[in-house]
C-alpha cells in the first residue's frame, strides 16, 4: 500500500459502544478493516446516557474538557473521552462526546423509551455533536485527510469544515456514506437557525420546506458511497423512500458509489464468536444442532432438532418487514415450524407480535429487548432467518445469518441482489429463499419451499455449505475505499 492517510470516522454508533442497528456493526467492523489496511482511522461517536464508562473503558482527555459548543444563540459544554476498540490484529481509538444536557440524561439512543418516538430535540443534539467533532479536530491539532460521515447524524460535517472553517480544513476531504436513505433527519425549517450557518446557505439544507440534514451532506460533501452497489441504483430512481432527495443525489452521480459492506472477521466469526455455544470446526451439523439446543434453552422453547425454527433480528417497524410476518403468521403456524423475534420498536407492531406469541406458546417467541448475546445465538442457532423488509440498504442481518450456516428468507431488493441467490433444487445453487414480491402469498410459498427442503438432510446441508462458502469479507471494499479515499485526496 503506498501513502497511509489519516481519518477520522464519524457515526451516531459503533459496537461495543452503542448499538441500535447495523449502523453500529458495519462501522465496527469497517474501521478496523481500515485499520488492518493500514491507515491510520479513527472513529468519533456520542456517549449516550444508557452507555456505561466503565464498562467501555472511556477515559478523559486533558486537552478535551468543558468545551463550549453552539447550537443556536445558547451553548453548552462538551466533554470529549476516548477509549479504543481492537480485534486481535489491529486497534482503532475512539472520541467520544459527552454531555449532560443532550446524551448524558436521555438514557436512550434516538427515540423516548415509552413511546417509541423520536426524540424531540434530535436536531440540536446532533448539531451539537457534529460540531464537537469539528472543534476536537481543531484542539488536538489533528486535522485528518479524509473525514467519513455516516447518514443525517454527521452530514452537517462536510458543511461545517468547508464553510466556516475553510483554512483549517483546506486540505481535507469529506465522504459522505449513506446507511439509509429513507431515514433523512427531517425538521422544521427552523432548526437552521440553530447550525450557525449564514442565510446565504439555508437553501443547501432545506427541501420541501423543511430542514433536511441529508441534503445538506449530500450538497458538500467531496464524495458520497452507499452501503451495496443494487441500493446505489435503487436509490437514483425511486423517488418514493427518498421524498424527491434521489434528485439532488442524481446531480452528484458521478461522486456516488454502492460498495457492499463485509463484515467484521472476528466478532461474527462461527469459529470463536464469543457468544455462541458451539464454535464451527469440520463438522457444521454438530455445529448447528448445538447452537439450536441451547438457543432452545435460553428462550424457553422445547428442542426438537426436526422441526426448523426461524428466527428474526429486527427493529420493530414497517421497513423490516414486520407487517409482512404477522400478516401471514396464522398459515404459517400451520406447518410444522417455530418461530423467534428479537427486537425494539414500533409500540402497536410489538403489541400484535405478543398477542401472536400468547396464541402460540413456546412455538412462537417474541423478545421485546435488545440483546446482543441473544442475537448472536438466534443467527447460530436458528435454521432459517427472516430479513424480507421492502428495502435493504446493506443486507448486515441476511450476512450474520449466512456466516452461520443459517438460511435468509428476503425479498429481492437492494443488496440483498448483490450476494444472496435463490437456490435451485435441481442446480443445488443458492444460498437462500428471495421472494420476488412482498406479499404474504410469496412469502408463504418461499417458506413452504424451504420447510419441504430442510426435510431433505442431503440438500439441507449443501445449503449450509452454500451459505458458509459466500464471499463476505471487507477485502473487496476495503480496497474500493482505499482507492475513493487516495483519489479524492488526490484533488486537494
Not at 446565504?200 to 420541501?208: D, G, Q, R, T
Not at 449466512?402 to 441467490?421: E, K, R, S
Not at 463476505?472 to 487516495?486: A, G, M, N
Amino acid at each position: 500500500m503506498a501513502k497511509s492517510l489519516s481519518i477520522l470516522y464519524v457515526t451516531s454508533e459503533v459496537f461495543p459502544f452503542a448499538k441500535v442497528g447495523g449502523l453500529a456493526d458495519a462501522s465496527h467492523a469497517f474501521t478496523l478493516a481500515v485499520r488492518d489496511f493500514g491507515h491510520d482511522i479513527r472513529v468519533m461517536l456520542p456517549k449516550y446516557g444508557n452507555v456505561s464508562e466503565r464498562k467501555n473503558k472511556i477515559h478523559e482527555i486533558n486537552r478535551l474538557k468543558d468545551i463550549p459548543i453552539p447550537v443556536g444563540k445558547e451553548s453548552d459544554l462538551a466533554t470529549v473521552k476516548s477509549s479504543s476498540m481492537a480485534s486481535p490484529r489491529t486497534k482503532v481509538q475512539a472520541y467520544i462526546t459527552t454531555n449532560q444536557k443532550y446524551f448524558d440524561l436521555k438514557k436512550t439512543f434516538y427515540t423516548d423509551v415509552k413511546t417509541g418516538l423520536d426524540l424531540p430535540d434530535n436536531d440540536e443534539r446532533f448539531i451539537f455533536f457534529q460540531r464537537s467533532v469539528v472543534e476536537t479536530c481543531m484542539l488536538l491539532g489533528w486535522v485528518p485527510d479524509i473525514i467519513h460521515c455516516n447518514d443525517w447524524y454527521s452530514a452537517l460535517i462536510p458543511a461545517y469544515v468547508k464553510m466556516m472553517y475553510p483554512s483549517k480544513f483546506k486540505k481535507t476531504k469529506v465522504i459522505f456514506s449513506i446507511h439509509n436513505f429513507a431515514r433523512q433527519g427531517v425538521f422544521p425549517a427552523s432548526t437552521f437557525e440553530k447550525t450557525g450557518f449564514g442565510k446565504e446557505l439555508k437553501k443547501s439544507f432545506i427541501h420541501k420546506n423543511s430542514f433536511n440534514f441529508m441534503k445538506a451532506g449530500l450538497m458538500f460533501a467531496d464524495y458520497i458511497t452507499t452501503n451495496s452497489p443494487t441500493y446505489a441504483e435503487e436509490m437514483l430512481k425511486d423517488a418514493d423512500y427518498s421524498d424527491g432527495l434521489n434528485k439532488v443525489l442524481a446531480e452528484k452521480s458521478d461522486k456516488f458509489s454502492g460498495i457492499l459492506l463485509g463484515l467484521d472477521g472476528y466478532h461474527f466469526n462461527p469459529k470463536h464468536d464469543p457468544e455462541i455455544a458451539k464454535k464451527l470446526t469440520d463438522d457444521t451439523l454438530q455445529f448447528k444442532n448445538e447452537n439450536k439446543k441451547q438457543l432452545c434453552k435460553d428462550i424457553g422453547m422445547p428442542f426438537q432438532l426436526n422441526v426448523p425454527l426461524v428466527g428474526m433480528v429486527s427493529r420493530i417497524n414497517d421497513q423490516k418487514g414486520i407487517p409482512l410476518l404477522i400478516e401471514s403468521v396464522d398459515k404459517l403456524m400451520k406447518e410444522n415450524v417455530n418461530v423467534v423475534v428479537l427486537g425494539q420498536g414500533n409500540s402497536e407492531l410489538k403489541a400484535k407480535l405478543k398477542k401472536i406469541a400468547t396464541k402460540y406458546p413456546q412455538r412462537f417467541i417474541y423478545i421485546d429487548e435488545y440483546n446482543e448475546k441473544l442475537a448472536h445465538q438466534i443467527y447460530a442457532g436458528s435454521d432459517l432467518f427472516l430479513s424480507p423488509g421492502s428495502y435493504a440498504p446493506s443486507g448486515l442481518s441476511a450476512m450474520f445469518a449466512l456466516n452461520m450456516a443459517t438460511l435468509p428468507v428476503v425479498v429481492a431488493t437492494g443488496a440483498h441482489q448483490d450476494f444472496i441467490i435463490n437456490f435451485n433444487a435441481k442446480t443445488k445453487k443458492g444460498n437462500g429463499f428471495v421472494l420476488t414480491e412482498s406479499t404474504s402469498n410469496d412469502f408463504l410459498k418461499q417458506m413452504k419451499s424451504a420447510l419441504v427442503l430442510f426435510n431433505d438432510r442431503e440438500i439441507w446441508n449443501t445449503l449450509m455449505e452454500n451459505a458458509l462458502s459466500t464471499d463476505l469479507t471487507w477485502t473487496k471494499s476495503v480496497r474500493k475505499y482505499d482507492e475513493i479515499y487516495k483519489n479524492v485526496f488526490k484533488e486537494s
